[in-house]
């Protein structure tokens, strides 16, 4: 009898190991359908997503773009498009930012093209080094600035450009801290990029002396900078900008009009919602206010 069994045993075995195996599908978790159906019920995040792999910097971004108010792709109507640096942490501030101030400051609607890195752990997020300039003193997993600046001109912006209603002549780079000092090198190596550009409490290093010389010509006579300063930021940092702030005021000699605003009581991340209204009215040509 024992054999018997055994016998069947083994033979139910070989015959299920024969069979070709069915590829089940995946079936999301309870936790991860209320997380798809969460972000799918919040219009302030209406718009599209895709990624892409950089051949320039060997790696994926994810992009988030966030439609205005009644976007339809049908439309000819072009939009300005936000640039949204660390995305990872700024995509919802900022888009809703947008739309309120639509509301409050009946600011043009615009698009928002937020490049994340999927991760705030160092081995995935790159930003100390796509945001750092190239300089004596940048340490190593920095001063890759110039590189990440290709990737934008060369890969993602023809992108968006191809995918949405995107005006080319309203291009818009916002950074806050590091991706700040980003949007300083930008300004200063390739300022025909971007038609206005928002930096909120840019580092100044590495490479600070980029920044007290001269920057590139540009052949558009209507970019805008604007370089905002919280007065609660970092004492370090504010003095670096306090310090800038004086070499530059009154220079009339820039390739970009230039506002550097304080904040009043802004503290390092979390009034970038205010500098982002700030820097955009200024942008806009409204009367720059915090």
Same mark, same amino acid.
């Given at each position: 009898?024992?054999?018997?069994? @055994?016998?069947?045993?083994?033979?139910?075995?070989?015959?299920? $190991?024969?069979?070709? !195996? #069915?590829?089940?599908?995946?079936?999301?978790? $309870?936790?991860?359908?209320?997380?798809?159906?969460?972000?799918?019920?919040?219009?302030?995040?209406?718009? &599209?997503?895709? /990624?892409?792999?950089?051949?320039?910097?060997?790696?994926?971004?994810?992009?988030?773009?966030?439609?205005?108010?009644?976007?339809? %792709?049908?439309?000819?109507?072009?939009?300005?498009?936000?640039?949204?640096?660390?995305? &990872?942490?700024?995509?919802?501030?900022?888009?809703?930012?947008? @739309?309120?101030?639509?509301?409050?400051?009946?600011? $043009?609607?615009?698009?928002? #093209?937020?490049?994340?890195?999927?991760?705030?752990? *160092?081995?995935?997020?790159?930003?100390?080094?796509?945001?750092?300039?190239?300089? $004596?003193?940048?340490? /190593?997993?920095?001063?890759?600035?110039?590189?990440?600046?290709?990737?934008?001109?060369?890969? @993602?912006? *023809?992108?968006? =450009?191809?995918?949405?209603?995107?005006?080319?002549?309203?291009? !818009?780079?916002?950074?806050?801290?590091?991706?700040?000092?980003?949007?300083?090198?930008?300004?200063?190596?390739?300022? &025909?990029?971007?038609?206005?550009?928002?930096?909120?409490?840019?580092?100044?290093?590495?490479?600070?002396?980029?920044?007290?010389?001269?920057?590139?010509?540009?052949?558009?006579?209507?970019?805008? @900078?604007?370089?905002?300063?919280?007065?609660?930021?970092? %004492?370090?940092?504010?003095?670096?900008? =306090?310090?800038?702030?004086?070499?530059?005021?009154?220079? /009339? &000699?820039? %390739?970009? /009009?230039?506002?550097? %605003?304080? !904040?009043?009581?802004?503290?390092?991340?979390?009034?970038?919602?205010?500098?982002?209204?700030?820097?955009?009215?200024? !942008?806009?040509?409204? *009367?720059?206010?915090?």
């Amino acid at each position: 009898m024992k054999k018997g069994f @055994l016998f069947g045993v083994l033979f139910l075995l070989a015959a299920c $190991a024969a069979r070709p !195996i #069915v590829q089940l599908p995946t079936i999301p978790t $309870a936790a991860e359908s209320r997380s798809v159906a969460r972000l799918a019920a919040l219009p302030i995040l209406a718009g &599209d997503y895709f /990624q892409i792999d950089s051949a320039t910097l060997g790696r994926r971004y994810h992009i988030h773009v966030g439609y205005p108010e009644g976007y339809n %792709p049908a439309k000819p109507e072009l939009y300005p498009v936000v640039y949204l640096l660390d995305a &990872d942490s700024l995509f919802g501030v900022i888009t809703a930012g947008q @739309l309120f101030m639509t509301y409050d400051d009946q600011a $043009a609607k615009a698009i928002i #093209v937020g490049i994340a890195y999927g991760s705030f752990a *160092p081995e995935v997020n790159k930003r100390v080094m796509d945001f750092s300039s190239p300089a $004596a003193n940048a340490l /190593q997993g920095q001063g890759g600035a110039a590189a990440f600046d290709t990737f934008l001109r060369t890969e @993602l912006i *023809p992108q968006v =450009e191809t995918r949405y209603r995107a005006d080319p002549a309203r291009r !818009i780079l916002y950074g806050q801290s590091r991706s700040g000092h980003f949007v300083l090198y930008s300004a200063f190596n390739d300022p &025909d990029l971007f038609w206005g550009r928002i930096a909120y409490n840019p580092s100044f290093e590495p490479g600070m002396e980029r920044f007290y010389k001269s920057p590139a010509m540009a052949t558009r006579t209507d970019l805008r @900078l604007v370089v905002a300063s919280g007065t609660r930021d970092w %004492p370090h940092n504010r003095a670096h900008f =306090e310090a800038w702030r004086a070499a530059w005021e009154g220079r /009339q &000699d820039l %390739p970009w /009009q230039l506002a550097m %605003p304080d !904040i009043p009581g802004g503290t390092h991340a979390y009034d970038t919602a205010s500098a982002y209204r700030t820097g955009m009215r200024f !942008i806009e040509g409204r *009367p720059v206010e915090p």
